[in-house]
């Protein structure tokens, strides 16, 4: 990703290097304590049309099901708020295909596959009243999921898509502009950095976390360590096809009936925040919080705010 009122050519950048700014689960540069680490249970298997996902299934009580973003994972992304959630409910927290410890095949990606793979684990799971809380690229998964699911769109009668009762996005891409604009070329005339590099990691850093502290050398040292080592090039890539764009959601948004709850980082320079009131105002009923002090990314940057906002919301 790059900052909403950029050229573009950070976008290309960044996915050319395999850390796209959409990808914001940078867990080793927000660790989790050793505590926290160790309190999260092993990852259970789903085989869902023949790949291997891999999820978390903490507590009991009203079910939350949590869709990370792009690059990211289940812990990249809400490491720091499953174990608080599930001491009031049961939470489902998945690898998405082609990303964390999930499998990734070499396919071509689009929002529709993500939306085919979440129906098929809530199927698999029994789901049948959930908050669905989707972030940045999961927040547009979750989007277009939701407008399925309530028109009771489904490719066969067995494949129906469970239908959450409630919906959260969280600094959600899925816009067309804001979507058209990241995957503009680079405009004339502008120097990229081409591969992943420590000029690159400290750009995408700085866009993706609003506090300074994100910047130190050995964030940059563990960000591209991590970059390296996650091997979800090849899916990060493909959310550059152009293509990806009839799949924005800004002309579906009145389908969404169900209580919604937007929040968004107040200083998020990726997706910017007239998104997130895009949202709100497009969805019927939906309430929008801004998070004060966080970037892209506030259930890893501000994660007691971010709960705060979200519990109340919460069955």
């Known amino acids: 990703m790059h900052k909403a009122n950029g050229s573009g050519q950070p976008w290309q950048r960044l996915a050319a290097a395999a850390c796209s700014a959409l990808a914001i689960g940078i867990a080793l540069l927000a660790p989790l304590s050793a505590a926290a680490q160790a309190a999260l249970p092993e990852q259970k298997t789903a085989l869902l049309f023949g790949a291997n996902i891999r999820y978390y299934d903490l507590g009991s009580g009203p079910v939350i099901v949590l869709v990370h973003g792009l690059g990211s ?9 499953m174990l608080p959630l599930a001491q009031t409910h049961r939470v489902l927290a998945l ?19 993500w939306v085919d793979f979440l129906g098929e684990f809530l199927r698999q ?16 998964i979750s989007a277009q999921y939701t407008i399925q699911a309530l028109r009771g ?33 680079p405009a004339a005339g502008k120097k990229s950095v081409v591969g992943a590099s420590l000029a690159g990691e400290k750009q995408l850093l700085a866009s993706v976390f609003h506090s300074p502290s994100y910047q ?14 996650k091997g ?4 990060i890539r493909a959310v550059r096809n152009p293509a990806l764009l009839s799949e924005t959601v800004d002309g579906e948004l009145s389908a969404i009936t169900i209580p919604t709850l ?18 709100a105002s497009h969805i019927r009923g939906a309430e929008l919080k801004v998070i004060a002090d966080s970037g892209h990314a506030p259930m890893i940057e501000t994660p007691d705010a971010f709960l705060a906002a979200l519990q109340p919301f919460l069955r």
Do not use: C
């Not at 979800?232 to 899916?235: L, N, P, S």
């Open 73 to 81: 994972s289940a812990k990249g992304d809400w490491g720091k708020v």
């Open 95 to 113: 690898d998405q295909l082609g990303f964390g410890n999930s499998d990734k095949p070499q396919i071509d990606f689009g929002i529709q596959t």
């Open 125 to 140: 799971n029994q789901a049948s009243d959930f908050t669905l809380v989707g972030e940045s690229l999961g927040g547009w």
């Open 153 to 185: 769109v489904a490719a066969g009668t067995s494949l129906a898509l469970p239908k959450p009762s409630r919906l959260v996005l969280s600094d959600s891409a899925g816009l067309n502009a804001t979507m058209k604009h990241l995957f503009a070329p």
């Open 216 to 229: 130190t050398d050995q964030a940059l040292r563990d960000g591209l360590a991590w970059s390296l080592a």
């Open 232 to 235: 979800d090039a090849w899916a």
């Open 262 to 279: 937007v929040l968004w980082g107040e200083h998020d320079s990726l997706l910017p925040l007239k998104d997130g009131r895009y949202f």
